[in-house]
Nanobody
Framework: QVELLESGPGLVKPSQTLSLTCTVS??????????WSWIRQPPGKGREWMGA???????YYTPSLKSRTSISRNTSKNQFTLQLRSVTPEETAVYYC?????????????RGQGTQVTVSS
């Protein structure tokens, strides 16, 4: 079973860049048809999909964050990362990495435990 673990700083100052890493175990991030995503949930609000990188390295971003977001991967470490530039206090949230895969009628979805990120000076 695929397992995901988020890591990164819990506190980021406004206007700085938030960087998070998701370490994957149980399968390779290059295995066909996996889509590796970042989502976040601010306190008292719903979850927001931020973007994804797929098994071949193609990236996808939600339009409202596209200009400030980069998702990349390190295949040798089986990790993928999120960078969010110019953060504001309103982006304080729990950040999760997830994976989805749908093959031959079978759908898989896994999510990490999440990591709290606070944007504050």
């Amino acid at each position: 079973q695929v397992e995901l673990l988020e890591s990164g700083p819990g506190l980021v100052k406004p206007s700085q860049t938030l960087s998070l890493t998701c370490t994957v175990s149980g399968d390779s991030i290059t295995t066909d048809y996996y889509y590796w995503s970042w989502i976040r949930q601010p306190p008292g609000k719903g979850r927001e999909w931020m973007g994804a990188i797929n098994y071949s390295g193609s990236t996808y971003y939600t339009p409202s964050l596209k200009s400030r977001t980069s998702i990349s991967r390190n295949t040798s470490k089986n990790q993928f990362t999120l960078q969010l530039r110019s953060v504001t206090p309103e982006e304080t949230a729990v950040y999760y990495c997830t994976v989805g895969r749908s093959v031959g009628g079978t759908t898989q979805y896994h999510r990490g435990q999440g990591t709290q990120v606070t944007v504050s000076s």
